[in-house]
């Protein structure tokens, strides 16, 4: 059976300075989400959980980061990049904007993600839901197409994790629930036949226990 390991990406620069953080403004983890990714190397050091055949990250640079970061304790895997993986894209307009620049500028609050409606504008310029959600599942059958009964590693991040979930789930790609995926937190499926998956595990962050949940105290954390 084909197993998608998928983990989080450790807490990010742009996350600490509040900033939309998209693939043109990305610049890495911060010194907590290094930690974090150390501490999940060494969790698969002392404890194997699977062995992995392939290691995938995103094009952004903190999930490059954690993926190297967590390499060494799965095999020394090299790190092969998939753009499909990447965050939702807020598009040139947004990227680099802080979340207060973001709301002032375009008067888009909350309610924009809570429409429910997955063809709504939520970045000027960026992706919609829809496209998003089309680019991460296509992402996933290529993966199943090319490491087919394989472990795959993949370093991602939380709008990932929500699309493949919601895709595995056959729920719907909007509201309905909320999910909140954590920094370097593994979520593990395992696909047991055609289109029919098995949700092993989500949000294990047994590695983190006594760090800090964010660098910013959690009323100033940005996405």
């Given amino acids: 059976m084909t197993r ?35 501490r ?15 290691l995938l990250a995103s094009q952004y640079p903190r999930a490059i980061e954690t993926a ?6 799965l095999g020394g895997l090299a790190v092969s990049i998939d753009d499909g993986f990447g965050e939702h894209d807020p598009g040139p307009e947004c990227d680099g904007l802080s979340y207060k620049e973001y709301m002032e500028r375009y ?10 409606d997955p063809f709504a504008t939520t970045f000027p310029g960026g992706e919609t839901v829809a496209s998003f959600q089309f680019r991460v599942g296509s992402a996933v059958r290529r993966t199943l197409d090319h490491h087919a009964g394989k472990t795959v590693v993949v370093a991602c991040h939380g709008g990932v994790g929500d699309a493949v979930l919601r895709l595995a789930l056959r729920a719907p790609g909007m509201g309905s629930f909320q999910i909140h995926t954590l920094n370097t937190s593994i979520t593990e499926l395992q696909l047991v036949k055609p289109n029919v998956w098995r949700l092993n595990r989500y949000n294990d962050t047994a590695h983190l226990a006594g760090l800090p949940a964010n660098t910013n105290p959690p009323s100033a954390v940005g996405a």
């Avoid at 190397?41 to 992995?52: C, D, G, L, Q, S």
């Avoid at 190297?68 to 304790?73: F, R």
């Fill in 4 to 38: 998608l390991v998928l983990v989080r990406h450790g807490e990010s620069i742009v996350t600490v300075n509040r900033v939309i953080g998209g693939p043109r403004t990305c610049s890495g983890l911060s010194p907590l989400g290094r930690e974090q990714a150390d």
């Fill in 40 to 54: 999940l190397r060494a969790r698969w050091v002392a404890n194997p959980e699977f062995e992995a055949d392939v």
């Fill in 68 to 73: 190297e970061i967590v390499a060494s304790s």
């Fill in 107 to 116: 008067d888009i609050g909350p309610e924009a993600w809570d429409s429910g």
